[in-house]
């Protein structure tokens, strides 16, 4: 005898057990779905040297973007709280430190009005739009905005490869030191 809670059809089948089954097998569509769009995170690491003390960077954000431009959250961490830096996606040319990232989306955003570069910094940081100073252990979160086209022919993956990326800030804005790549990739 079949308890109530699972009443039989004509043909002899459970409904509830069917429709457990297809609720089951629609959730798992939609979350292989809403897995195959959304952006993965990726993270950077980069040991440097600096005045004798070494430094651990770990940089975290999108891998992909929309090309027509979204808002992402980036993530630092083991950064030299005597150094800014600005986080933002640049045009890369080779491995971090070995050319300077650039050009960045939004330039040096000091305004605040394009939200495309954002400024980490203890000597200032948080004072003006799009900054911050450090957290403990060198950590920060900047939310920044990224499309494909940088300006002036620049264009992510048609032609140039770009990143998000930390680099020195303008009080040392040679020092290569603080270079942190995420390569991005827009769709």
């Not at 605040?112 to 979160?141: E, H, I, K």
Request: a negative charge; charged letters at 10%.
């Amino acid at each position: 005898m079949t308890p109530a809670l699972f009443p039989r059809t004509t043909s002899g089948r459970h409904v509830h057990a069917l429709a457990t089954a297809g609720i089951a097998t629609a959730a798992a569509a939609a979350l292989t779905l809403g897995l195959a769009t959304s952006a993965s995170a990726a993270t950077a690491t980069r040991t440097v040297t600096d005045g004798g003390s070494t430094y651990n960077l770990s940089l975290t954000g999108p891998d992909t973007a929309t090309a027509t431009g979204q808002n992402v959250t980036v993530t630092g961490s083991g950064y030299n709280t005597a150094q800014g830096v600005y986080v933002g996606v640049c045009v890369v040319d080779g491995a971090p430190g070995v050319n300077k990232p650039t050009p960045c989306l939004g330039g040096q955003d000091e305004s605040g009005t394009t939200g495309a570069s954002f400024w980490v910094s203890n000597a200032g940081g948080g004072t003006l739009p799009n900054s911050s100073a450090y957290g403990t252990g060198g950590t920060f979160t900047a939310q920044i905005f990224v499309k494909a086209d940088l300006g002036g022919g620049n264009v992510c993956g048609e032609t140039v490869e770009c990143a998000i990326v930390t680099r020195a800030d303008h009080m040392d804005t040679n020092d290569r030191k603080y270079d942190v790549h995420i390569p991005i990739t827009f769709q």
